[in-house]
């Protein structure tokens, strides 16, 4: 399974951003999707997950209320919509996919997408 993310950028803060994460290759279906970040000097960390076909969401204290993912079966692409942003959301957003259950071990990886916030 491959995962591409795309949709970072540099934004203000209180500006919004949507992330998408599209999954491609053999066995692609039935995963769990989510989304961690990582900013400079720090772990990565958690922020949101969506199970498979998408009846659970759960978020990290820190974007309840201002992040949602969702996602698209049929384009097997999972989004995390950011709103509100802040400057301590600057960090790189992968995307993480799952059979069993996203954390920091999920099986699957896309590469980074760099958001940034200026305050």
């Known amino acids: 399974v491959q995962l591409q993310a795309s949709g970072g950028g540099l934004v203000q803060t209180g500006d919004s951003l949507r992330l998408s994460c599209a999954a491609s290759?053999?066995?692609?279906?039935?995963?769990?999707m989510g989304w961690f970040r990582q900013a400079p000097g720090k772990e990565r960390e958690f922020v949101a997950s969506?199970?498979?076909?998408?009846?659970?969401?759960y978020y990290a204290d820190s974007v309840k209320g201002r992040f949602t993912i969702s996602r698209d079966n049929a384009k097997i692409t999972t989004y995390l919509q950011m709103n509100s942003l802040k400057p301590e959301d600057t960090a790189v957003y992968y995307c993480?996919?799952?059979?069993?259950?996203?954390?920091?071990?999920?099986?699957?990886w896309g590469q980074g997408t760099q958001v940034t916030v200026s305050s």
């Open positions: 993480a996919a799952d059979p069993v259950r996203i954390g920091i071990h999920s099986r699957y």
């Open positions: 290759g053999r066995t692609v279906s039935r995963l769990d």
């Open positions: 969506i199970s498979w076909p998408g009846g659970s969401t």
